[in-house]
Structures are given as C-alpha cells and as structure tokens.
C-alpha cells in the first residue's frame, strides 16, 4: 500500500467521522424531545447515502460522460457503467495500490455530510421517512451532478485539461467543497425551511440549546475531521495539504474569536455555542479556500466570517423563514464568503489571482459564477423536491406531535431515560 493510498484511508475516516459529530452538534441544540429524531437525520443519510454512492454516485460524479460506456451529456451529468457498484475500481486495485479506491471511499464521506447538513434546517417538524426519500432524491439529482462539476477534473503540467466543467471551463477555484458542499447544502437548507414553513410558535429564543455540552463535543470532533476535509482534498501528505491543515486551523480560531466578541459585545454575554459556531463557520469559510491561501489571511477570513455569520443567523428573524439550526446563517453565507474571498485574496502557489494583489477582477468574477450556479441550481432542486413531497406523502409532522417531540411519536424512544420516581425528594 502506497502512502497516498494510506492518507486518503486516514481522511476518510475523519470526515466519515464528522457525521456523527454532526448528528452531537445539531442533536444538543434541538429540545430534548427531538434529540433522537434530529441524530437520526444524520445517520440516516450515512447508511442511505453510503449505498448510493457504492452503487451509482460515484459513477455519476467521477464520470467522463459522452464517451465510450457512457450516458450523459457531456460535462454536466452521466453515469460511467463501467464504475457502477465500483466494479472497474476493484479491478483495478489488482494491479494497482487502491488509491482510486480509496478515493472513491474518500468522496463518499463528503456526499454523505453534505446530505446531513441541510437536515438542521428543518429540526423538530420534518418526518423521518420524508427526509429519507428528499435525501436520496436530493443526492442522485444535486449532489453527484454537482460533484461531478467542480471535483472531476484532471490537471496536467498545472493546467486543468478535462472535467467538470464549473474547474475546466469557467475556471472556478474550489479546493474542498465551498461551492459542492456549503453552498449546496445552505441553498437546499433555505428551500426546505421555506417549504416546510415555520415551527409551532417561531420566535426568537423559542426554544434553548437543551445540552450545551453535547453541541460542543459535536463541534470538536467537526473540527477535527475537518483537518481529514480539507488537507485531504490534496489526496497526498505534502506542502499542500500542510497549508490547508494551517490554514483549516488559523481560519477555525478566528471564527471563534470573532463570534465570542461580538456576542460580548451586543448582547453583554460570550455563549458556548456561539464560540462553536464561530468555530465551524471559520472552517466552512476556509473549505474552498484552504490550498489557496496564505495563513495569516486565513485567519483574517475567519475573523470575517465569524462576524459575518454571527449576524447572517438573525436574518431569519427579519425575513420570516425558520432555519432551526441556522444552516444557512453559518454554511451558506460561510461558503458564500469563503468561495468569494479566493477572488480577493487568493494565490495558486505562488501566483497570486486575487483582486487586491492583481487589481483584476477576473477570479472574483469565476467565482461568483461557481456561487450562483451551484446557489440557483441547489435551491431550485430542492424547493421542488421539497413541495412535491410535502404534496404527496406529506414532509412535515402534525402540530400535535411537532408540539409533544418527535422522538416517541417518530422513533418510539427518548433520549433520556425519566427518573425512578422512588428516588424523588418531591411526594
């Protein structure tokens, strides 16, 4: 086993492990009521996703569509038969180290997370099974696509020469998932809080974190998987991956900072989970731009970001759509930011594209392009998928059992077991 092979294997198990750490963060800021319902949503769519990805994503996403045993139209969307179930990748690790195999495992987790992430939207009035059809749906139509535009692409002498066709011919820069995963997932997070509509008695301060402590051991093991997100998105352990391992921290520490001031400072007291949140904003913003980057100005983006995103989360209150978990506050205006700030302050190696190092406009210009598409493409999808599903089978619980948890009514459990009532002090 060749030492690539060993690092994408070591990467993609720390972002297979960011979905449970996921399900740990949104599960402690839900009511306790919902907590078992809210994991789910995450674990749901490791076992669904994962055997979407085994027997066709990965087909659709790493595809070279138009050509030989291929079905698609060339470089948007198609299936490569030759890698349906995986078969084509098995083969050839016989005569090969398995990198391409461990890659396709590498891929799998990042579909798998995106899927997770747009669950917070829609936490304490979503039915289990509703989201595990719009998940499957949402993956097969948006994601693998998606996937397939800006991470299928192959690069020879430093130039991009065939792939997905957001890299090859617009020339957007995304390292590891700013425009894929963030965007993506925030655009399908609003379109679903839209079709599903607010919860019972949507205000601000509804409903408080109900175990502080689980959001943040959720938040640690987020952000220790994502040094596997991005530093991984380089395939091997060199320079490369070394600046965005930096760079995922120094973007990360300032997104903590950033939030626990200004949390201080307009409302008189630094929270717990807004220092979490500050955190995971800062690398949502550093995703795209982790190799591309020099680390002092990742920490000045995560500096940004977390202000920015420390507002962003109270638009919901002025514009009247109920994000729950604030996924679009934190993982859309974040990959938003961060895919933006490439065209600003970006370099590829050591020739700098950004705006205020080049005086051109061109690289900002590519990627708001990747951030509209990606953005409009996303959003459409999922309100589509959203309404039919809500028309049909229905997406959202009855009032009565959005209003009692959904952890009984849904799962027929509860997170926490009642006291014995001998052991009471009261009669």
């Not at 599903?196 to 175990?211: D, E, S, T, V, Y």
């Amino acid at each position: 086993m060749s030492d690539s092979t060993m690092f994408l294997i070591f990467c993609g198990a720390l972002v297979l492990f960011m979905t449970p750490g996921l399900a740990f963060f949104y599960g402690g800021l839900v009511r306790a009521s919902s907590v078992v319902s809210m994991m789910m949503m995450s674990f749901g769519s490791i076992g669904l996703i994962g055997i979407l990805w085994i027997v066709y994503g990965y087909a659709m996403s790493f595809s070279n569509a138009g050509s030989g045993n291929f079905i698609g139209i060339d470089g948007i969307v198609g299936i490569d038969l030759r890698q349906i179930g995986l078969d084509q990748l098995v083969a050839d690790h016989a005569e090969s180290d398995g990198s391409s195999l461990a890659f396709a495992g590498f891929q799998g987790t990042f579909a798998i997370i995106t899927v997770a992430l747009i669950s917070g939207a829609i936490a304490d009035r979503a039915k289990f099974g509703s989201w595990m059809l719009f998940a499957g749906l949402w993956a097969t139509l948006v994601y693998f696509p998606v996937a397939g535009w800006v991470f299928n692409f192959k690069v020879e002498d430093g130039v991009v020469t065939d792939g997905g066709w957001l890299v090859k011919d617009v020339g957007l820069l995304d390292f590891a998932g700013g425009t894929v995963v963030e965007v993506a997932s925030g655009a399908s997070a609003l379109a679903l809080a839209l079709v599903l509509g607010k919860r019972f008695g949507f205000r601000k301060g509804m409903h408080a974190p109900h175990n502080v402590p689980l959001t943040l051991i959720g938040a640690g093991i987020l952000w220790f998987g994502w040094f596997g997100f991005n530093a991984g998105s380089q395939l091997i352990a060199d320079g490369t991956a070394s600046l965005a391992f930096v760079n995922t921290l120094a973007a990360g520490v300032g997104g903590l900072i950033a939030w626990t001031v200004y949390e201080k400072l307009a409302h008189g007291k630094p929270t717990a989970v807004g220092a979490a949140s500050g955190a995971i904003s800062g690398m949502v913003a550093i995703t795209p731009s982790c190799a591309f980057l020099m680390p002092l100005w990742a920490l000045v983006l995560g500096l940004v970001v977390g202000l920015v995103c420390g507002l962003a989360v109270n638009w919901k209150f002025f514009l009247g759509y109920d994000d729950s978990l604030d996924v679009v506050g934190i993982h859309l205006v974040g990959g938003i930011v961060g895919t933006l700030y490439i065209g600003l302050l970006g370099q590829v190696g050591t020739a700098p594209v950004g705006l205020f190092f080049t005086g051109d406009f061109s690289q900002l210009g590519k990627q708001a392009i990747g951030v509209l598409v990606v953005g409009i493409y996303a959003f459409s999808f999922s309100y589509l998928l959203g309404w039919i599903i809500q028309k049909t089978i229905g997406f959202r619980v009855k009032s009565v059992d959005e209003i009692a948890g959904l952890d009984v009514v849904i799962h027929g459990e509860t997170a926490y077991s009642q006291a014995d009532p001998r052991w009471s002090r009261n009669p």
